[in-house]
């Protein structure tokens, strides 16, 4: 069993590009897309997909008959999601992070926890490989609901590649959690280096072993080599600015199906990181 | 005063150089960098920080280890397994107090931590407010609301507040789109640039501000382009600007100026006609 995560400070710096051509040249890896708002892995693998399974989160439900509108109920919601109308107590939603403090503490046993769905999980095969994604329902506060579930099907799958939402907050927390390696995919830009810093920081506060990889990489590359180098961090491909890469990726190719050369370069990839994976199981860590 | 919000569904569109572009033909404006878990407008317009306050965004349960016998109650209410040999985890700690309400010996107490920081720097005609949101703190929707806050108060009569939002269709979307005047939606014609344009729209419209469109990158792919113009003609949105992919706009970025600087390049030709234009229609 081993989870690989692939993350960048922000979107658009080719998470997608790089998780789903690794995961094409991997035997026996299974694709998951935790980008829950902006699931778009599909779009280069093309899944037939065999199972949709709704999620949901839980909301208050209250009965009438039994509520004595004594208000407790909101007043210990700390998210405003329960407004005292006096006649009435009415829930919000959206606002509601299933904490069950309100079932617990009404004196009446007025509230009972009722299923609310907020997005779905998708499994299919794409050409022999499996597919996870996970899509949240738009306006939806949170996805970290949808992201924990996958990570139980996580559990029981050989090999997961995992393309994790942008950003560092605690949706990305949640996906790279437990993960074997972090591969952070940045540019060699200023700003590159500035969102692959906030990203290595919180990667580090998880203790989770981690490398880089260099997208659209060029004559600058050396701001990220010197980054990494400075904070022991490998980088494990760099891929190039090339404009064949951006025009299959519009189409929504795969380049490493379309192209022997970038086929290898992402071979080199995977053997790469599985040895860093053994490298790391048997408790060698100074790489 | 009005507030124009520049979102993109997915990061890497070219958002910061339109943002930071039109920052550049306003004379009296704040600009909001609303991406708080990655801001980086200002590696651009190179502001001088002119004030920095804490965030506190989030209260979490604090353990009184001197008033508690360990009885593990707190650990077996919690909803999201915060709490293990009897530690706060923070990072899963929702802030929701019912350890506190549970607790037999009132040993928990509720405290607030900080989650971000806010900063207000002084750019040319005018001033930037961002904001970087703690590794691995949620709340990101309200960290955006305060940037929103500070922008309003900070300027004196800005003409014009321009925020730079975040990625994604979620609650940080939301908090930088709600009561704004319009959106510009900033899309690259990739079959996935495509979906995420929909979807943050469908946002967008739920809320129900204007929206103008702009292509960056107009020609890497023609016949998304002409689907994204349909689709935006079937849903009544004008497409506000058509940017040609240029190579100054490369350049710029890694010397790590605003196009502007680069005043007879194609693009940023196309942001002064399309900003035109969203004044006149907004
Ligand atoms: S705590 Fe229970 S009884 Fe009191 S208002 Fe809420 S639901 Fe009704
Ligand atoms: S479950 Fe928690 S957040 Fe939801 S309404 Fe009840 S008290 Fe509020
Ligand atoms: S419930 Fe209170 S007394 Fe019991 S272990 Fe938790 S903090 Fe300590
Ligand atoms: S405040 Fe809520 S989430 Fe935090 S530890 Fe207590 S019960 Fe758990």
């Not at chain 1, 909101?74 to 606002?95: M, P, Q």
């Not at chain 2, 058509?242 to 940023?268: M, P, R």
Request: contains cysteine; proline residues 4%.
């Amino acid at each position: 069993m081993a989870k690989i995560s692939i993350l960048s400070g922000k979107g658009g710096t080719g998470k997608t590009f790089a998780s789903t051509n690794l995961v094409r040249v991997l035997p026996n890896a299974t694709y998951i897309d935790c980008d829950i708002e902006e699931p778009n892995g599909r779009i280069f693998l093309n899944p037939i997909i065999e199972d949709i399974s709704d999620v949901y989160t839980k909301v208050p439900l209250i009965d009438d008959n039994r509520c004595e509108r004594c208000g407790i109920c909101s007043k210990v919601c700390r998210f405003g999601a329960l407004i005292n109308l006096g006649r009435e107590i009415l829930i919000l939603d959206h606002l509601c992070h299933s904490c069950e403090a309100c079932y617990e503490m009404c004196p009446m046993n007025a509230i009972t926890m009722a299923n609310r769905k907020i997005g779905e999980i998708s499994t299919g095969v794409s050409r022999g490989i499996d597919f996870i994604e996970g899509r949240l329902n738009p306006g939806e506060p949170s996805g970290v609901p949808i992201i924990k579930q996958i990570n139980i099907l996580i559990k029981s799958i050989e090999l997961s590649i995992v393309d994790s939402p942008p950003g560092t907050s605690c949706s990305v927390v949640n996906t790279i959690e437990d993960s074997d390696l972090c591969i952070l995919v940045t540019e060699p830009t200023p700003f590159g280096l500035h969102d692959l810093k906030l990203a290595v920081e919180l990667v580090k506060e998880m203790d989770i072993p981690m490398a880089v990889i260099i997208n659209k990489s060029g004559s600058d590359n050396q701001i990220i080599y010197n980054y990494c180098m400075k904070n022991d961090i490998k980088v494990l491909m760099e891929i190039p600015y090339d404009k064949k890469i951006a025009e299959l990726y519009s189409r929504g190719t795969l380049i490493a199906e379309a192209d022997s050369t970038y086929e290898k370069m992402f071979v080199d990839l995977a053997e790469k990181i599985l040895e860093l994976i053994e490298n790391e199981a048997a408790g060698n860590s100074e790489w | 005063m009005k507030q124009l919000a520049i979102v993109s569904g997915k990061g890497g569109t070219g958002k910061t150089t339109i943002a930071t572009a039109i920052s550049s033909i306003l004379n009296n404006k704040v600009m909001a960098d609303c991406d708080v878990e990655a801001a980086d407008l200002n590696i651009l317009l190179k502001g001088k920080k002119i004030k920095a306050s804490n965030f506190k965004g989030k209260e979490i349960a604090a353990i009184e280890y001197s008033e508690c016998n360990y009885c593990g109650i707190c650990e077996d209410v919690c909803r999201f397994d915060a709490i293990k040999d009897i530690k706060v985890n923070p990072y899963k700690c929702e802030g929701c107090g019912l350890c506190t309400l549970k607790c037999p010996l009132d040993a928990i107490k509720m405290k607030w931590v900080e989650t971000g920081e806010i900063v207000v720097l002084e750019i040319e005609n005018g001033q930037l407010c961002e904001a970087q949101l703690s590794p691995g703190a949620d709340g990101s929707g309200k960290l955006v609301t305060e940037v929103r806050k500070m922008a309003i108060s900070i300027g004196e009569e800005p003409e014009w507040i321009i925020i730079d939002g975040p990625p994604g269709i979620g609650c940080p979307v939301i908090a930088s789109i709600t009561g704004v005047d319009a959106v510009l939606v900033v899309v690259e014609p990739t079959l996935s640039g495509f979906e995420d344009m929909q979807r943050v729209i469908d946002v967008i419209k739920d809320i129900g501000c204007k929206i103008f469109v702009c292509i960056n990158k107009w020609d890497i792919n023609f016949r998304v382009s002409q689907n994204i113009m349909s689709f935006c003609e079937s849903r009544g949105i004008p497409v506000a600007g058509k940017i040609y992919y240029d190579e100054q706009v490369i350049n710029a970025l890694k010397e790590t100026k605003g196009i502007s600087e680069f005043n007879d390049s194609d693009a940023y030709k196309e942001i002064v006609r399309m900003w035109e234009y969203i004044e006149k229609h907004i």
